[in-house]
């Protein structure tokens, strides 16, 4: 049996602008990096964590510590093991980074006990983390993260998720105004209730963005990309929105919105170049409104969690 593993999880766009909780998809190039030691410690350690942000180390307050326990309590394991952790993803950017650590927590211990779990159990293991950066056991970034591949979670009970097909050239642009907008605070902003009026526009939202995926329709992924229930409340959150969004439509984006909690903000493209000239253009904006931030452009991934060398 292993006694190391060392492992990567993609950042992620969570939503996809209509589907609040239950879209999402990776993003290639940033994401977390964690080596995982087993020792006959009895203990789960994190050390200093690397890369931006301020995580606490202590494991009842780490979602790789709290991912770890549980799994070691449910494989019946009294081992110690010790945690590096390198962030590439900024805490609260929207960019699924609170996910990215939870999933590789998961992929890694789960590969050092000789892969127990399946995929989908994995996912399960790194909703807790999601549980306590957010509060909520949410599995659209961690889902992705995990699995790769653009992912609907059809049902939470039963948990039910499926893998829908990309078109080959579909791109996204993301944009990342450095603010940090906490996932919980968003959260609680968020109205309780949806008008039935509402709740049907959003469905046919969904509706259309996965035929267009599934039929490599980009005209229609890029009209069905409409959120009429969180983006209004949530892009008050986000300084620039409005001119952000519009600079990227004027680019020639097919459609794109909210990056999970945000502040980020994603729009897909047809193409590389496309998607290139788009993040270029939300630069500008962000240039012009005097904003910091960071651009990426990715190919919808269809790469979860791997190993590094
Ligand atoms: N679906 C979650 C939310 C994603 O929007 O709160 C958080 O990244």
């Avoid at 996809?16 to 789960?44: A, H, M, Q, W, Y």
């Avoid at 606490?56 to 494989?75: H, Q």
């Avoid at 992912?151 to 450095?178: G, K, Q, T």
């Avoid at 995926?213 to 229609?220: E, V």
């Amino acid at each position: 049996m292993l006694t190391k593993v060392k492992a990567f999880a993609p950042a992620s766009v969570a939503n996809v602008s209509c589907g609040f909780d239950i879209l999402g998809f990776p993003i290639d190039n940033i994401g977390d990096t964690i080596e995982i030691e087993r020792n006959n410690t009895g203990k789960i350690t994190i050390n200093p964590i690397k890369g931006p942000g301020t995580l606490s180390t202590d494991p009842d307050k780490n979602v790789c510590g709290v991912i770890a326990k549980a799994m070691l309590k449910d494989l019946g394991k009294s081992d110690g093991i010790v945690i590096s952790l390198t962030k590439g993803i900024l805490p609260g950017s929207g960019l699924g980074s609170s996910a990215a650590s939870s999933a590789v927590t998961a992929f890694a211990v789960n590969a050092l006990y000789g892969n127990p779990f399946d995929g989908k159990k994995l996912v399960e293991y790194a909703m807790l983390g999601e549980e306590l950066a957010s509060g909520t056991k949410h599995a659209d970034n961690v889902a992705p993260a995990t699995l790769g591949g653009f992912i609907a979670i059809r049902s939470y009970d039963p948990f039910d998720l499926i893998n829908i097909p990309v078109p080959e050239n579909l791109y996204c642009a993301v944009i990342h105004p450095m603010v940090e907008v906490r996932t919980e605070l968003s959260r609680n902003v968020l109205k309780k209730n949806v008008p039935l009026k509402t709740a049907i526009k959003q469905w046919g939202n969904v509706a259309g963005l996965i035929a267009g995926l599934f039929s490599s329709d980009y005209n229609l992924i890029g009209r069905s990309l409409e959120d009429h229930i969180v983006e209004p409340v949530r892009s008050l959150l986000i300084s620039g929105y409005a001119e952000i969004r519009e600079a990227a439509k004027n680019a020639g984006a097919l459609g794109g919105g909210i990056s999970g909690s945000g502040p980020s903000i994603f729009n897909l493209c047809e193409g590389e170049e496309s998607a290139k000239a788009v993040a270029n253009a939300m630069a500008k904006a962000a240039d012009e409104l005097k904003l910091p931030y960071e651009v990426h452009v990715s190919k919808i991934s269809t790469t979860g969690c791997r190993f590094v060398e």
